[in-house]
């Protein structure tokens, strides 16, 4: 298989040498190339990437968008850009964890290979501002050390480009923007898989995570209000009732303690049906398949 790596990046020229010098450290196939997409940076970003690539013996595409085009639009023209069977997304404050996983990118085709109906493979992802991994076994074995998940998890994943043929993310700035092609290849009956052997580690510098900082809540609030949005947008009208007792449910574990709070969701979801609309449904039978594999959190 052809493997091209992505990184989409944004000022964070240090960081993005460590993400690429940490690709480079580990076993590639013959046939890699890199795509790295500059969101518009005002550091040495451009310096960095000639620095480390060019003389890395891998060819590879640089371009500095004239503005920032955000996550998703940022990795669809990344997607565009990559030439490989496989595609694969990095986040630019994220390594790989060489020390353990010097075969990742050959471990990962390898499950590829052999298991033709995955279109996404996730990795794992240790948050060092989480301190714990972003990505928990939810779904049914699909064999030693590989699991069926709902979603992709953008900061550490491969495509596969027969099946996704044209830029699959939803175009916004941030957030979510994997759940529509996550939720297209469960409609093909395809399989989205998590492989928690392949472990990056994600460095944020900063922690908006951090949520007794009023400054971070509205990632917050985005984070209850997007997946909702989308998947009003998508699931059958039936299945509405249940997804608004779902939001709820979360809203009142979470946000009790938030003023306004449900208000606030309320507002970044519609915000969201306004500005990225979809008018794409997956199939009832899709539904009830996914129901079987991850129960109640489908919704």
Same mark, same amino acid.
Not at 104 to 113: G, N, P, Q, T, V
Not at 205 to 217: F, H, L, P, V, Y
């Given at each position: 298989? !052809?493997?091209?790596? =992505?990184?989409? $990046?944004? !000022? ?11 690709? #480079? ?33 891998? %060819? ?7 503005? !920032? ?39 990962? #085709? ?5 298991? &033709?109906?995955?279109?996404?493979? $996730? ?16 779904? %049914?074995?699909? $064999? ?23 830029? +699959?993310? #939803? &175009? ?7 759940? +529509?092609?996550? #939720? ?11 492989? %928690? ?38 699931? +059958?009208?039936?299945?509405? &009732? ?30 969201? =049906? ?26």
């Amino acid at each position: 298989m !052809n493997l091209s790596i =992505c990184v989409i $990046t944004m !000022n964070r020229a240090r960081q993005l040498s460590e993400a690429l010098h940490s690709c #480079l450290a580990c076993e590639l196939p013959t046939n890699t190339e890199f795509v790295i997409i500059d969101n518009a940076s005002t550091d040495d970003t451009e310096s960095v990437v000639r620095t480390v690539l060019g003389d890395c013996g891998y %060819p590879y595409y640089y371009e500095r968008l004239a503005e !920032n085009a955000g996550v998703g639009g940022g990795r669809n023209y990344a997607y565009e850009k990559a030439t490989g069977d496989v595609a694969y997304m990095l986040d630019d404050d994220a390594v790989i964890d060489v020390e353990h996983n010097s075969d990742f990118f050959l471990h990962a #085709l390898d499950m590829l290979e052999k298991h &033709p109906s995955v279109v996404t493979l $996730t990795t794992q992802i240790y948050d060092t501002a989480w301190k714990k991994n972003r990505v928990e076994v939810g779904g %049914p074995k699909i $064999t030693e050390g590989l699991y069926k998940c709902q979603m992709f998890c953008g900061g550490s994943h491969f495509l596969r480009k027969s099946f996704f043929t044209s830029a +699959p993310y #939803l &175009p916004n700035k941030y957030g979510y923007e994997e759940i +529509p092609p996550s #939720l297209r290849a469960m409609n093909a009956k395809k399989i989205n898989a998590f492989c %928690p052997e392949l472990l990056i580690i994600h460095q944020p510098a900063n922690n908006k995570w951090d949520w007794s900082e009023e400054k971070n809540r509205q990632l917050l609030f985005n984070g209850m209000g997007y997946p909702y949005a989308i998947k009003k947008m998508m699931y +059958p009208v039936i299945a509405r &009732p249940l997804l608004k007792l779902a939001n709820k449910r979360r809203m009142k574990i979470y946000l009790s303690d938030i003023e306004n709070a449900d208000q606030k969701v309320k507002e970044a979801a519609d915000n969201f =049906c306004r500005d990225y609309p979809i008018s794409e449904k997956i199939k009832f039978t899709t539904l009830l398949r996914m129901f079987l594999d991850f129960k109640l959190s489908v919704f």
